[in-house]
Structures are given as C-alpha cells and as structure tokens.
C-alpha cells in the first residue's frame, strides 16, 4: 500500500523558515516525478513546486527564489526548503506523485502539513 507522510509544517513568523519533508513508501518512486501542492482557505490547489526523477525543477512564480525542492531516491523522500516566507504562503502543503496506470494519469497525495506564516 503506498503512503506519503509529509512532516514539517508549523506556524513561523514572517521572513523565516521551514523544512517539509514528504517520506514515501510502499513502491520505489525514483523514477517518478515528486511534487508540493498547496491548498489556502477559500483557494484551489495550487502547484508549488515539481522535481523530475533526474533532478529538473520549477517552481510557481510566486515561490521562485525563495522555495528549494529537493529529493533523496535512496530514501524515497521529497523536501521543500522554504526561505522567505510570506503571511501568504500559509497553506495546507500536500505531497504529490503522479503516476500512470492502465492507460490513465493518476495521484499519490498527503495527508497535507499545515504552515502558518504569522507574527
């Protein structure tokens, strides 16, 4: 059975920093791409950021510069360093593999993490 398992959220002040780590299991997930959503109150799920198998990135406009995800294949985990954050960068922060099975495009997702960006 797969599980992501997203860690690191929390409440931090602006112009600080968090760590979310996403730790999958259940399948090797190397050669899949690994991504953060996030999700505001009142909003629609947005894309934050992607990393291909081979280490290819990019990230929303909004979180460029600032954001940094990552992955670690050997231990099927995906994390995103945030600097810089912004009142508006809380959110509910979900771990994401797509993956193809049968002919159809389908998700992996999270529990989801709770940032809040408050002082």
């Known amino acids: 059975q797969v599980q992501l398992v997203e860690s690191g959220g929390g409440l931090v002040q602006p112009g600080g920093s968090l760590r979310l780590s996403c730790v999958a299991s259940?399948?090797?997930?190397?050669?899949?791409?690994m991504a953060w959503y996030r999700q505001a109150p009142g909003k629609q799920r947005e894309l934050v950021a992607r990393?291909?198998?081979?280490?290819?990135?990019n990230y929303a406009d909004s979180v460029k510069g600032r954001f940094a995800i990552s992955r670690d294949n050997a231990k099927n985990t995906v994390y995103l360093q945030m600097n810089s954050l912004k009142p508006e960068d809380t959110a509910v922060y979900y771990c994401?593999?797509?993956?193809?099975?049968?002919?159809?495009?389908?998700?992996?997702w999270g529990q989801g993490t709770q940032v809040t960006v408050s002082s």
């Open positions: 994401n593999v797509p993956y193809f099975d049968g002919g159809n495009w389908s998700d992996y």
């Open positions: 259940g399948r090797d997930f190397s050669r899949n791409t």
């Open positions: 990393i291909v198998s081979t280490g290819g990135t």
